[in-house]
């Protein structure tokens, strides 16, 4: 029999996983402030490395005619002129608000949901606002972001700096989605001291429900993780105020779901449970697609 010492590679599948990377998108003013020392926070408590992400572009416009082309032209410039002085001062605030940590910055002229998925490659967790503060040529929907990175999201709910991240909870469905949030969230839950995966469905429903979280439980459970499976019976659509209403009970301020939706036009189309999470957070939320 092979000696333990002697398979680097089954001792290398046996250590918890950790989030190495953390990419954050920092534009100029206060809406920044939170969400970057919040990554910065955590990057601290993971002895990580935090990358900020400068990104901004400006929206195409239509010339008339050929005539306007010359004033086009200066418009451009100015705009370009304009993002590249505001690029400078989200770098000085995010340097400013990442105090501590082990940073490193980069700028992109490009939409920020686009440069944050494009440089999601050298990131093991994005960190990203539940409210955009700008338009899209400033701020990256969490949505798109979510939809397109490939990598997990961290959700910051509005004015908050820290996530403790002791009790948590995972928003359980058996899907594909589902399946990849709770894999990407595992050094997250490791370090909990309490994981409820919740199921919540219609009675007729909950004994199949309930073989699943036990399930998802006891493969946890073997990760090291305190998990423990829990069903609401609900006769109502209101899905995402049970989740909400367990969380609270728990004191748990992560709350751990995948993202469902699909793309058409370009648009993401998100389930309203979703849609409540993404742009309505009321705690940190990690989400994966």
């Known amino acids: 029999m092979q000696k333990t010492e002697d398979r680097p590679a089954a001792q290398a599948a046996a250590r918890t996983p950790a989030y190495a990377t953390i990419m954050v998108h920092a534009e100029p003013g206060a809406g920044a402030s939170a969400r970057v020392a919040a990554a910065a926070q955590l990057a601290r408590d993971l002895d ?15 010339t008339p005619d050929p005539f306007s082309g010359y004033a086009a032209g200066e418009w451009v410039a100015l705009i370009q002129d304009q993002i590249l002085k505001d690029l400078k001062t989200a770098e000085a605030a995010f340097r400013r608000d990442a105090a501590g940590a082990d940073v490193e910055w980069r700028t992109e002229q490009a939409y920020p ?3 944050l998925a494009c440089h999601a490659r050298a990131a093991d967790l994005i960190v ?3 409210r955009q503060t700008g338009g899209r040529a ?25 996530l403790r991240g002791d009790a948590v909870v995972v928003a359980w469905k058996n899907t594909r989605e589902c399946r990849r949030a709770l894999h990407d969230a595992l050094p997250f839950l490791s370090a909990a001291t309490d994981v409820i995966v919740l199921a919540v469905c219609k009675p007729d429903s909950a004994e199949a429900a309930e073989a699943e979280v036990a399930d998802v439980a ?14 609401s019976r609900l006769d109502s659509a209101a899905v995402s105020e049970e989740i909400q209403r367990v969380a609270d009970d728990a004191g748990a301020d992560l ?15 998100f ?6 999470f993404i742009h309505r957070p009321g705690r940190f939320i990690l989400m994966s697609h």
């Open 113 to 115: 949901h686009e440069a």
């Open 218 to 231: 006891a493969s946890l459970r073997r990760h090291g993780v305190p998990a423990r499976g829990q069903v």
């Open 128 to 130: 990203a606002s539940g």
């Open 271 to 276: 389930g309203g449970v979703t849609d409540d």
């Open 138 to 162: 400033r701020s990256a929907d969490p949505a798109d972001v979510v939809m397109t990175a490939g990598r997990p999201v961290l959700i910051v709910p509005e004015g908050r700096r820290r």
């Open 255 to 269: 709350l751990v779901c995948g993202a469902f939706g699909h793309s058409r036009l370009r648009e993401w189309v």
């Open 48 to 62: 990580a490395r935090l990358i900020g992400l400068g990104a901004e572009t400006f929206d195409p416009f239509p």
